[in-house]
């Protein structure tokens, strides 16, 4: 059906002005990012899920049950999400407290057990729309993935400092870096597009800051820039 609804889009692309054109191709862009957000990063999650498995062969009954009950809840929420993406409801899944998502979010990361995640908040959470909680969600999630995959990191952090409506986000890791060169990203890792594109939508300030002793990104945003 996605597969589906991405052709229909194509060739309308051919059959409409260029500024139709370029709403299709921004409209094709989220759907992808959605796709990538909200299914294939908990696949993700639930894979690592599975290795920390694998690597601890004798475990007891307890964990056991506690970690495929997790697993459980990945693979039902990656279903729900993708109905929720073809039927426009991204998001509906999410707890009205950004905070309490990113408590879940850093709770989920550290049962891996193979990185620290800190998460600390300063001054009282702003008003937050249901779509701008999402975005922010996606944001760290994405944040959390790579620094899991790539990184060989120990420690992340994450902070959210409030005053007011304005929210500084600022994620950190003591990981290997990466390439900051924007030609190179564009074409090697979507999940860096994703972030970019959900703190443009956001109408958001993101930098990225990356060196041999680890990466940072800070996100700037006024929750009432954006209806």
Known sequence: MINQSV?????????????????????????????HDEV?????????????????KEVSALVLSDLFGKLEEKLNYSIAALRGIIFGMSGELLEPSLDNNIRRLCSEFNALKKIQVNYSISGVEGSLSKSQTYELVQIIKELLINSFKHSEAKEINIR????????????????KGFSLDISTLKHSSFGINSIMLRSKILSGECQFYSSAAGMNFNLNVCTKSVA
């Open 40 to 56: 294939i990063s908990n696949l993700t999650l639930a894979s690592m899920q599975l290795e920390v498995l694998k690597l601890h």
């Open 7 to 35: 052709e229909i889009l194509n060739q309308v692309d051919g059959e409409t002005s260029e500024s139709e054109g370029q709403i299709i191709n921004d409209a094709k862009n989220r759907m992808v990012c959605e796709l």
């Open 160 to 175: 959210c400092n409030w005053t007011g409506d304005i929210l500084d986000l600022m994620y950190s890791d003591n990981g």
